[in-house]
């Protein structure tokens, strides 16, 4: 593994983070804003619902990123070799891409649930 991948690991892991402490900070009401006993707390039943939606959704734009870098970077060297392929390998990424697209439905099915 060569250093641009790596980096491009740790920064896709670190975005991946920090959009979960986001997504914590929403929750943090602002001063006198929102009275204590509406605010959504960490240990709620709804502020878990929340945190598990953006998980879910998080990571598996994590995922579906990294499998559709892995399989295009693939694809392309196959595409330079058998350029018949093309057909083929764009079912594939399809199918790497679809990973996000059912993280996105399970944070709609929580959302769903919460309400």
Do not use: C
């Amino acid at each position: 593994m060569n250093w641009r991948t790596k980096l491009t690991i740790v920064l896709t892991v670190v975005a991946a983070m920090l959009s979960v402490v986001a997504t914590g900070l929403l929750w943090v009401p602002s001063a006198g804003a929102v009275e204590p006993a509406r605010a959504i707390a960490l240990d709620s039943a709804l502020g878990m619902g929340l945190l598990a939606a953006a998980l879910a959704t998080g990571l598996s734009a994590l995922g579906a990123g990294y499998a559709v870098g892995t399989v295009g970077a693939a694809a392309v060297g196959a595409l330079t070799e058998k350029p018949e392929l093309l057909g083929r390998l764009l079912i594939l990424i399809g199918l790497a891409e679809g990973i996000a697209i059912y993280g996105l439905l399970i944070s709609i099915l929580i959302f769903n649930r919460l309400a």
